[in-house]
């Protein structure tokens, strides 16, 4: 079996070592051909381990099922494995590299036996972009190939961008037997290695998604003074035809793909207002030459999650999957050969299979057990291709990237945080970061539910310490000479009911113009002892179904709840340890003063 597949000796060498440990029959390198691709398609539906669609209806698409013991990223089961324990932090799993090693050899050992080990050169950002960093995922399943064909950039000139050099990220990936207790996640910062064994879903097994784009590229972003986040980029153009972009950080569930394709109101788009999409999950930041900072998405496609998709909440996103898409764990019509989830419309299908592939009767559906009863899995998926997006902004493929005007940080409370608020200085904004939160159950009747702190929206994705992670944020705030200024949003402020009082969705644009205005100093604010918060009449409420004294409600600081929420950051200050830069508790410290007045 030949397993020099390139001209690199050291992808090659790498390659060899991996093939002895996994034992394939064959190894295919995967040059990113449509032909190659195709050829592979036909085989997986052969094999069923894909369904072709109703190609009329659906052209390019493909339906996929994983495992029913295999559908979300398992964070329990995700490790960063650094030499020193404390270099990983107190919020991360940490494993010891040689005891990691060592354990998933014996999983990984002749886990290939009889199977074809594809080699699937990718590369994050535009190659040979000054952004792009480039990697090798070794996998035993097509899924996988076809899932990174759609997400990363693949094909030989990856490989010719790497030319001599070992500088790439290693990935290992076997399905092995798929058994949840030998399941592992593991990084190696250190060596620029990902290895995950027993998985076929794919947030635990695209290497190059949160495992790359995020846990690696933070520490690699760390080490050569660069940032890699959790965060959407969008770009506002004015009637005009000037664009400002935006990026924004969002804990899940809250709106986060929704913004990113977000679709103005009517009153802005007949003004000829557009927005457009840079990227709806990951954004790596540099400092450019004009002291600006500068963002890309590093992926080519969208992960998102189907259920709630719809033609209301996100048409972009909808008519995005609906050509050259792999859907996972959604339900399939067997009536037309097409594919359906919850929220997707009012007209479930009579004759179906569920995401588990058995026979579905949509009558029997319980919220209260949406696993088993639904049609999709509550976390089912669509990878689809950036390029089909209707909103996708020309600057995408641009190796330069995208000026950033302002960075958003938002989260879903109830009474807490106002609509929005502008930080005071960046040393301020990063730690408005750091107490990012979400409340995980709906507030009712006044009632706070569980607050879960998800700082810059990164908790499950820093690839090392968090305090270290947020020193780094401070560090890059001294060489960006023209920072972009930092808000926080919060579109989930309820009434005495629970019920939500802003609109959402499109009308989300209303605060971005007020951000935007923010930041080229055509509006005033009110300092209050959290930051600057809009005069009520600065936000655009024309067209909507509430008034101003409703707005300033939705604008308003309760210093009793804020006080309570001072000794909650205390507490996960502590949670995250000794690294915790002593700037943030200076921020906090002068927080509760202000508050205390």
């Known amino acids: 079996m030949n397993t ?3 001209n690199n000796k050291f992808v090659n060498e790498w390659i060899a070592e991996m093939a002895e440990l996994v034992n394939p029959e064959s190894i295919v390198l995967i040059d990113g051909s449509n032909e190659q691709a195709e050829a592979l398609r036909a085989e997986a539906c052969k094999t069923g381990e894909m369904i072709k669609l109703n190609q009329d209806k659906l052209p390019g698409c493909y339906l996929h099922r994983t495992a029913i013991n295999d559908v979300a990223r398992v964070e329990n089961r995700t490790f960063i494995c650094t030499s020193k324990k404390e270099d990983a932090g107190n919020i991360n799993n940490w494993m010891d590299p040689k005891e990691c090693y060592e354990k998933l050899s014996k999983l990984y050992k002749g886990s290939y036996s009889g199977k074809t080990m594809y080699v699937i050169p990718y590369s994050m950002s535009v190659v040979g972009s000054d952004f792009a960093k480039y990697g090798i995922e070794l996998t035993d399943s097509i899924y996988v190939v076809l899932n990174m064909l759609i997400m990363t950039r693949v094909g030989l000139n990856v490989l010719d961008a790497l030319g001599d050099s070992g500088d790439f990220i ?5 399905r092995a037997e798929l058994d949840e207790e030998k399941r592992y996640i593991c990084h190696f910062p250190e060596d620029n290695t990902i290895w995950s064994v027993n998985s076929g879903y794919g947030g635990n097994v ?5 495992c790359f784009a995020l846990r690696i590229a933070s520490y690699l972003g760390r080490k050569e003074g660069w940032m890699a986040e959790h965060m959407l980029i969008l770009g506002i153009e004015t009637p005009e035809g000037e664009v400002k972009y935006v990026t924004a950080a969002f804990p899940s569930a809250c709106g986060k793909t929704n913004l990113a394709m977000l679709i103005p109101p009517e009153a802005y788009r007949n003004k000829g207002y557009k927005v457009w999409c840079v990227g709806d999950d990951i954004a790596w930041l540099r400092v450019g030459s004009d002291g600006r900072l500068w963002a890309v998405n590093p992926e080519n496609g969208f992960f998102g999650v189907a259920p709630g998709t719809n033609e209301h909440s996100n048409p972009n996103a909808l008519h995005t999957s609906m050509r050259d898409c792999i859907f996972t764990n959604v339900c399939h ?21 569920n995401w588990k592939g058995e026979v579905w009767d949509y009558k029997k559906y319980d919220k209260k057990d949406k696993v088993n009863t639904s049609g999709a899995h509550p976390n089912s998926r669509f990878t689809a291709m ?10 995408f493929n641009d190796p330069a990237g995208v000026p950033v005007t302002a960075i958003v940080f938002g989260g879903r409370r109830a009474k807490t945080a106002p609509l929005v608020y502008q930080s005071t200085s960046w040393q301020n904004g990063t730690f408005v970061g750091s107490i990012m939160a979400s409340e995980t159950t709906a507030a009712a009747a006044g009632a706070v539910g569980v607050v879960r702190r998800d700082p810059m929206a990164m908790r499950p994705f820093v690839g090392y310490d968090m305090g270290d992670y947020w020193a780094h944020w401070l560090n890059m705030g001294k060489v960006i000479k023209n920072p972009p200024k930092i808000f926080h949003v919060n579109w989930f402020r309820t009434d005495d009911e629970g019920h939500f009082i802003w609109p959402g969705f499109g009308d989300n644009m209303r605060v971005l113009m007020w951000i ?7 509006v005033d604010a009110v ?3 959290i930051g600057y918060v809009p005069n009520a009449e600065d936000i655009d409420i024309a067209g909507l179904d509430i008034d101003i004294e409703t707005v300033r409600g939705l604008l308003s600081v309760d210093k ?38």
């Open 206 to 210: 695209l290497l190059g998604k949160k």
């Open 333 to 353: 019509n067997l009536d037309d050969n097409t594919v359906w989830w919850e929220g997707l419309d009012e007209n479930p299908p009579v004759n179906a299979l």
């Open 170 to 174: 290693k990935g290992l990936h076997a």
């Open 516 to 522: 935007l205005a923010r930041c080229e100093g055509k």
């Open 560 to 597: 009793e709840l804020w006080l309570e929420d001072c000794k909650a950051i205390r507490e996960f200050y502590a949670q995250v340890g000794e690294r915790v830069p002593a700037e943030l508790y200076t921020e906090l410290e002068a927080l509760e003063a202000r508050l205390a007045k």
């Open 4 to 6: 020099c597949v390139t």
């Open 527 to 529: 300092e209050t002892p």
């Open 386 to 395: 950036a390029a089909n997006c209707p909103c996708i902004s020309d600057k």
